[in-house]
Every structure is written in C-alpha cells, then in structure tokens.
C-alpha cells in the first residue's frame, strides 16, 4: 500500500503520490483466469449429436509404405526383394506398388553409402512418378525412426 502521512494538518508541501494500487488489478486478473478455465473445457465439447449407425466398412486407405533400402555395398531393395540396378528397382518398385503413384515410399540407406547412391535413387523414383517419397532416419539414442518428406 502506498500512502503517505503527514505530521499536521497544516502542512501541504508534500508530493502526491504517483504509485498504481495494483491489488484490485490482481483480484480482477485471478477471477477472469478462473472463468476462464472453467469456460474452456465447455467450449471444446461441441453439441452432443446421437450418430446413427451404417453397415458401411472403415475407410482403409492407409497402405503401409514401400521401403527402398541401399545397403552398404550399394545394392538396391524393395521391402526385402533385391532389385538388379536402377531398372530392376523400377521394375520391383512398379510390381510392389501395382502402379499406384500414390503410395508413400520410404528409403532407408546405410550410413556408409556415398549421398551420390541414394541420391540417384531418389531422383529415379521421383522421376518414375511417385510423390511420396521420404528417407528414414534413426532418431537419438532412445528416438524412433522418423520419415522426412523429400520431393
């Protein structure tokens, strides 16, 4: 609080006092952080809906993605079927996705082949027409593998 006292009444020259209360401005401030957190969760709840029920199936369109994998020496894999050079990994890669240019593929490469490697892969894949290609990484000593999108 600030307030200042002064010796008599008659004196006058004292300066006034330019400090903000602030404490009603904290009653204020606690109370609408209150409200607030008991307004928010109704806020999210949405309008309860009784939804019927269909015999229609599950949409499945999540396909596991195709993984294209060079190890060190070089060599080209799709899931775990060798491919013979750049036109056998087309040629797996085309039977594997059964020409679907939507599937999602994952290439894996190991850490000892040269980035010329894998990325001539990458460009022949993308080149052949499929979109979703991404590389596979391990994450940190106790991190999962996680896929970066490349295009």
Do not use: C, W
């Not at 209150?34 to 949409?59: N, R």
């Not at 085309?94 to 990458?122: F, L, Q, T």
């Amino acid at each position: 609080m600030a307030f200042a006292l002064r010796k008599h009444d008659s004196e006058f020259d004292s300066q006034p006092i330019a400090d903000i209360n602030v404490t009603p401005l904290v009653d204020v401030m606690l109370v609408l952080l209150i409200v607030f957190m008991v307004a928010a969760p109704l806020m999210t709840s949405g309008i309860p809906v009784d939804l019927p029920k269909t015999q229609a199936k599950q949409l499945n369109d999540q396909q596991p993605p195709i993984v294209v994998s060079v190890d060190a020496s070089g060599a080209y894999f799709v899931d775990k079927k060798e491919a013979s050079g750049v036109e056998g990994l087309l040629a797996v890669l085309k039977e594997n996705s059964e020409n679907n240019k939507d599937r999602r593929i994952h290439v894996r490469a190991d850490k000892a082949v040269a980035y010329g490697k894998v990325a001539e892969a990458m460009g022949v894949i993308n080149a052949a027409g499929y979109i979703k290609v991404a590389l596979v990484s391990e994450g940190g000593a106790s991190g999962p593998r996680s896929a970066s999108a490349a295009r």
